[in-house]
């Protein structure tokens, strides 16, 4: 059944590519009637991404209703305005000034709707980077998260959009807090998350271990290990296993279960400061060990001496991921590639949520919508006439899947 945490909430969301529709998708998924609106005729550019992109739509728009319209056509907007006065939230994620172009800024919208939310989704925080254009990728470069992630003099992104998906949840964070003090005041306010502020947030333990040890951070392929048993290991069968041993007591397991009798009695492994220390022959020494198991055979004693461990997977192994498959971990969503009518349905990642004591989660409503699929219905709640649609429609103010230009 769908989640209905946020239900009696509408909002209004004027996005684009990964930010702005991952806010969108978790406001949807909690339960808020989230209407995607989108710019006439063809609807929003991210459908038609090739490459890296070209699941974004599919991927960030499910539970969504869909809008087409106008909005730099006067009637475009008085309709938008009208929809605004039963609005409780908008989110955008354009270049700083493009909503306030369109008579669609917080303030021109928060005079029609004085309880309105309006998060709005940037580059930058205020300050004098703000006006700067700016992307995931860029503010990984510069908060120094791809120096991390590299090894060094090899600073490498993060292999998926984590900033914008993080600056998303932070904003829909800053959603949940306005509602609440909305609930007080009744007055609503602006609200603003950003990429950069996001990926600096994830610094701070860097930060913070700089200034505690002294020394200058290093990127994580080069860093100082806080565990001696913490790598990639090959299996006799040529495959690879992610081992961590985090304490005493999990040493002295792994040991026993893997029959390392010599390891388990040298007093200078007998705590996890002591081996770190010999990292440089225990690993291989372990490597070596591990070396006469298959796969299978290691994640049964990983499992049986309760350490933590990992098959190395790729994104096409969660398709068929058995926990994803027994916990509704994956929803049935519409794909296609370029906004087709044919594509295929697959299982794509729920939101990593359960509540309460039969641990409901997200469920799909609605897979990602037409180009403007749902204007009539949303404009006839609104108070306009099939008459008044009509003349929006012929006058190219609305536009659908069957006016979008193939």
């Not at 292999?159 to 959603?175: E, R």
């Not at 098959?311 to 969660?318: E, I, R």
Request: hydrophobic share 40%; charged share 25%.
């Amino acid at each position: 059944m769908p989640l209905k945490h946020l239900t009696g909430i509408r909002v209004l969301e004027f996005t684009q590519t990964v930010m702005g529709p991952s806010a969108g998708l978790i406001l949807a998924e909690l339960g808020a009637d989230v209407i995607k609106v989108e710019p006439a005729p063809n609807g929003d550019k991210t459908r038609r991404l090739g490459g890296f992109g070209a699941g974004f739509f599919s991927g960030l728009n499910r539970n969504k209703r869909g809008l087409s319209i106008d909005l730099k056509s006067n009637e475009g907007r008085k309709v938008i305005h009208k929809l605004i006065s039963k609005t409780d939230v908008v989110v955008e994620n354009f270049a700083p000034g493009t909503m306030a172009r369109l008579g669609c800024g917080f303030d021109d919208l928060s005079r029609i709707n004085s309880r309105l939310i309006y998060l709005a989704l940037k580059g930058y925080l205020a300050g004098p980077y703000e006006n700067r254009p700016a992307l995931d990728e860029v503010v990984q470069f510069q908060s120094g998260l791809a120096w991390m992630t590299g090894p060094p003099g090899q600073p490498l992104r993060a292999g998926a959009s984590v900033i914008d998906i993080l600056g998303a949840m932070f904003g829909v964070i800053g959603i949940q807090a306005a509602l609440k003090e909305r609930d007080q005041t009744g007055k609503g306010q602006r609200v603003s998350s950003s990429l950069f502020e996001s990926a600096v947030f994830l610094m701070g333990t860097h930060m913070a271990g700089m200034a505690a040890t002294g020394s200058e951070a290093r990127p994580m392929p080069a860093r100082g290990r806080a565990w001696a048993i913490y790598d990639v290991f090959e299996t006799k069968d040529g495959e690879e296993l992610f081992i961590g041993v985090t304490s005493d007591q999990q040493w002295e397991r792994f040991v026993e279960e893997f029959g390392l009798t010599e390891l388990s009695n040298d007093p200078r492994l007998s705590t996890n400061p002591k081996r770190v220390e010999q990292r440089e022959w225990l690993l291989p020494a372990v490597r070596n060990s591990l070396l006469n198991y298959s796969r299978r055979e290691i994640e049964a004693k990983s499992e049986n001496c309760k350490i933590s461990w990992a098959p190395v997977g790729q994104p096409g192994d969660l398709f068929n991921d058995p926990h994803l498959l027994a916990t509704g971990g994956l929803l049935d969503v519409f794909v296609s590639r370029f906004g087709e009518e044919t594509g295929q349905t697959v299982g794509l990642p729920n939101l990593p949520l359960e509540f309460g004591e039969t641990r409901n989660r997200p469920s799909l409503e609605r897979q990602p919508p037409k180009v403007g699929e749902h204007n009539e219905e949303i404009l006839l709640e609104a108070g306009f006439n099939r008459d008044d649609i009509l003349k929006l429609y012929s006058k190219n103010i609305l536009a659908n899947d069957a006016t979008v230009q193939k």
